[in-house]
C-alpha cells in the first residue's frame, strides 16, 4: 500500500521533474546529481535567472547536502493556480513582494523558524516576515540613451517630463508589467519623496496624462521594455536596472540615472503544503547565506538583501547595484503593502487612462 | 487563459467540421465508437474547465454564488469600451484578411499544381514557427530604425510609425490570421466546378461578370465560414496586440491575463471570458441564422 503510493507520487513528479531537471542538465552541464538526501522544488522566472542560481546556490548546496533542486518556471497566476489547487509540486516560491504578500494573505505560506538558519544570520536580512525573506532587489530607474543626450542628460523624472529641454520618444511602465510609474509622475509633480505614500492617484494620473503624446509605447513586459531602449525606438525611459546592465554588457549606449530610482525588493518563502519542507528550509537559509548570495545575485544585476555579502563582492560590480549605499541614498523604495491594497484600484484607473 | 479563448474557439471549429460526414451520408451506428477517444478528450481537456469557468464566473471571494463579477463588468464604461474595441478589431482583422485572403485564395484554387505547391507552402510556412519569432520578426521590419524606416530615411522620406499603433496592429494580426482565411476559402474554391463559369462565358457573360453572378456566390461558404473564423480567433487575441499595438488597442484577452497573472482575481477573469465567449457564440449564431450552418460547415458546394 504504502509502496504503491511512494511509487504513484514518483511517476507523477519525474514527469514533471524530468522535463525540468532535463533542462536544466542542458543549461548547465555542472549539474551535480543528487547522491541521496532528497529534491527541493523552487519556482523561478526562468532564463538567464535560473542559470544564475543553478550555478551561484543550487550546485553547491546540492554538493553540500546531497539535495537535489529543480527550477519551476510558473508566472504568479499560474503560482497561485497552483496553490488552491493544493498542488504539492512546488516548495519554495520567489516573486516580487506584492506577489508573495498576495500569497501570504491568502494563508499559502509557511511560518519560518529563523533561529534554526545554520548559514544565515537573520540580522543580515533586509526583511524577515513571519513567513517570507526579502532575497534580492532592483530598481526601477530613469534609463537614457548615451548617443541621444552626450552632453546634458535628464536627472530627475522633473527632467523626464521636460520634452523641451530633453526632446526625444520615451516609454514608461504599463500596469501589466509590475506597476504604472505612479511615483515617478508624483514626483515629476514635486511631492517630496518622504510624502510619496500614500499615492495620490488622481494627481499621478493627471501627470501622466501631460506626458502621454511623448511615450512611444507603455511596455507592459521586461523584454519589450528593453527592446525598445535597445533599439532607440524610445531614448528615454523607466527600466529595471538589472535589464539595463544586460543590454549594457550587449554594447547598447545606455546609462542609468541613479537619482530618484525606485527600488522593489523580491521575497522567497516556503508554501504551507510544500511536499519537502525541511529541505526547503535548508535551501532557503543557504540561499540567503552572503557567500551564495554574492555568488548569485550580481552576475544578473540584482542586489543581496543580505547586506553581509557586500562583503563578498568587488567594488566596481557593487557600484551597479541599487543597494549599494552611494546608489541607494539617491533613491527610495517601494511601498509594497500600498500596491497590494491599491492594485485592483489603480488597473480599472489605468485602462481609462490608457483609452481616455 | 487568452490563449484558452484562442484554443476554444479552434476547438469549437473542428468539432463543427468532425460533424461533416453525417450531413453527407449518415455514418454507421456500428462506427460511432471511432468518435470515443476525440470526445473523451475534448471533455475532460474542454467541457470541463469551460463548465469551471462558467462556475467561477459567479462565485466570490468566499466561494459563494453571486453575480457582481457581471455588475462589475457591465457597470463600468471601460470595459464596455474595451469589449466594443474588442469587436472592432476583430471586425477590421476579419475585413481585411479578407480582402488579401480572397485574391490570393482564388490563385491557389485556379492555379497548375507547381504554383499551387509553392504557393502552399508559403502560406503554410508561418504555421510552422511560433507566433512570438514572427511576431518579434514584424517588429524588427517595422520599428522605427527597422528596415521599412531605414530605406524610407534613405529615400529622403520621413520616418513613419508603422508600430505600436492600430497599423501596427493590423498587420500583425492580418498576417496570423491569412493562413486561416485562405485555407477555408481553397478548400471551398477547389469545390467549385469551373464547368459552371465556362458555361456562363459560353452563354454570352463577360468575365466579370460570370465571376460575380456564378463564382463568387458559390464561393460565398468559404467567405462566410473563413471570416468566421478569423473573427472569433481574432477575437480572443492576446500576444500580438500586446507587442505590436498601441496603447489604445486594448482587448478583453490582455485585461482577463492582467487579472489572472497579475490581480490574481480568477473569479472576473472568468465572468469576462465567458462574455468573450457568449460574444463569439452570438456571432456563430447569426452567421448559422443568416448563412445556414449546413452551409456553413461544408466545404464542397
Given at each position: 500500500m504504502t509502496d504503491k503510493a511512494h511509487r504513484n507520487s514518483y511517476s507523477r513528479r519525474s514527469i514533471l521533474g524530468g522535463l525540468t531537471a532535463g533542462a536544466a542538465v542542458i543549461a548547465a552541464p555542472h549539474v551535480v546529481r543528487a547522491q541521496s538526501g532528497g529534491r527541493v522544488l523552487v519556482r523561478t522566472s526562468g532564463g538567464s535567472y535560473q542559470d544564475a542560481l543553478q550555478a551561484g546556490t543550487w550546485n553547491s548546496f546540492t554538493q553540500k547536502t546531497g539535495i537535489e533542486v529543480v527550477g519551476v518556471a510558473a508566472n504568479t497566476g499560474k503560482l497561485l493556480a497552483m496553490v488552491e489547487a493544493g498542488s504539492r509540486e512546488l516548495d519554495i516560491v520567489e516573486g516580487n513582494a506584492v506577489a508573495i504578500l498576495t500569497l501570504q494573505a491568502k494563508g499559502a505560506l509557511q511560518p519560518l523558524d529563523v533561529s534554526r538558519f545554520e548559514y544565515t544570520d537573520p540580522k543580515d536580512i533586509g526583511t524577515v516576515g513571519p513567513d517570507f525573506l526579502s532575497y534580492a532587489s532592483f530598481a526601477e530607474a530613469l534609463v537614457y540613451n548615451t548617443q541621444a543626450f552626450p552632453n546634458e542628460h535628464p536627472k530627475d523624472w522633473k527632467d523626464f517630463w521636460d520634452v523641451s529641454r530633453f526632446p526625444g520618444k520615451r516609454m514608461l511602465q504599463d500596469a501589466k508589467a509590475i506597476a504604472p510609474n505612479l511615483e515617478f509622475a508624483l514626483l515629476a509633480d514635486g511631492v517630496p519623496v518622504d510624502k510619496l505614500?500614500?499615492?495620490d492617484i488622481d494627481r499621478a494620473f493627471a501627470k501622466l496624462k501631460q506626458i502621454k503624446p511623448h511615450i512611444v509605447k507603455f511596455f507592459d513586459s521586461g523584454a519589450l521594455g528593453a527592446s525598445l531602449l535597445a533599439e532607440k525606438t524610445a531614448v528615454l525611459g523607466s527600466l529595471w536596472t538589472n535589464r539595463v546592465e544586460t543590454l549594457r554588457k550587449g554594447g547598447a549606449p545606455l546609462a542609468i540615472e541613479w537619482n530618484q530610482a525606485m527600488r522593489l525588493t523580491e521575497y522567497t518563502a516556503v508554501l504551507k503544503n510544500a511536499p519537502n519542507r525541511d529541505a526547503a528550509m535548508r535551501l532557503l537559509d543557504y540561499s540567503s547565506s552572503p557567500e551564495a548570495q554574492a555568488r548569485t545575485l550580481p552576475q544578473i544585476g540584482l542586489s543581496p538583501e543580505n547586506k553581509r555579502a557586500f562583503e563578498f563582492i568587488a567594488k566596481d560590480v557593487a557600484e551597479t547595484l541599487p543597494t549599494f549605499p552611494a546608489i541607494a541614498s539617491k533613491g527610495f523604495e517601494q511601498d509594497a503593502g500600498w500596491w497590494l491594497k491599491n492594485r485592483a484600484q489603480v488597473a480599472t484607473r489605468w485602462e481609462e487612462f490608457l483609452l481616455g | 487563459m487568452a490563449l484558452d479563448v484562442d484554443g476554444q474557439a479552434t476547438v469549437r471549429v473542428s468539432e463543427a467540421a468532425a460533424e461533416r460526414p453525417p450531413v453527407r451520408k449518415a455514418l454507421p451506428g456500428g462506427q460511432l465508437w471511432l468518435l470515443l477517444p476525440a470526445l473523451a478528450f475534448l471533455a475532460i481537456f474542454f467541457a470541463y474547465p469551460l463548465f469551471d469557468v462558467v462556475l467561477r464566473s459567479f462565485r466570490d471571494g468566499q466561494g459563494g454564488f453571486t453575480v457582481q463579477n457581471y455588475e462589475a463588468f457591465f457597470s463600468r464604461a471601460i470595459y464596455i469600451r474595451v469589449l466594443l474595441l474588442t469587436i472592432e478589431i476583430a471586425f477590421l482583422t476579419t475585413v481585411f484578411s479578407l480582402i488579401v485572403g480572397y485574391p490570393l485564395a482564388y490563385v491557389l484554387a485556379n492555379s497548375g499544381p507547381t504554383v499551387r505547391s509553392f504557393m502552399m507552402l508559403c502560406v503554410m510556412?508561418?504555421?510552422?514557427?511560433?507566433i512570438l519569432v514572427r511576431t518579434y520578426g514584424w517588429m524588427v521590419i517595422l520599428r522605427p530604425n527597422g528596415v521599412i524606416n531605414t530605406v524610407f530615411a534613405g529615400l529622403g522620406l520621413g520616418e513613419i510609425q508603422l508600430i505600436y499603433n492600430r497599423s501596427g496592429l493590423m498587420i500583425g494580426m492580418v498576417y496570423t490570421m491569412l493562413p486561416y482565411m485562405v485555407l477555408t476559402l481553397y478548400s471551398v474554391m477547389r469545390g467549385i466546378d469551373g464547368r459552371f463559369v465556362a458555361v456562363a462565358q459560353s452563354l454570352g457573360a463577360g468575365r466579370w461578370s460570370a465571376f460575380w453572378r456564378i463564382y463568387f456566390p458559390l464561393s460565398m461558404p468559404g467567405v462566410a465560414g473563413g471570416s468566421l473564423l478569423v473573427f472569433i480567433l481574432a477575437a480572443g487575441f492576446y500576444i500580438t496586440p500586446r507587442l505590436m499595438g498601441g496603447d489604445r488597442d486594448q482587448m478583453l484577452a490582455s485585461i482577463i491575463a492582467y487579472q489572472v497573472d497579475v490581480l490574481l482575481n480568477f473569479n472576473f477573469a472568468s465572468a469576462i471570458a465567458v462574455i468573450l465567449l457568449v460574444i463569439t457564440l452570438a456571432c456563430f449564431g447569426l452567421y448559422a441564422r443568416v448563412v445556414g450552418l449546413k452551409q456553413l460547415l461544408s466545404s464542397k458546394v
Open positions: 505614500y500614500p499615492l | 510556412l508561418p504555421f510552422m514557427t511560433s
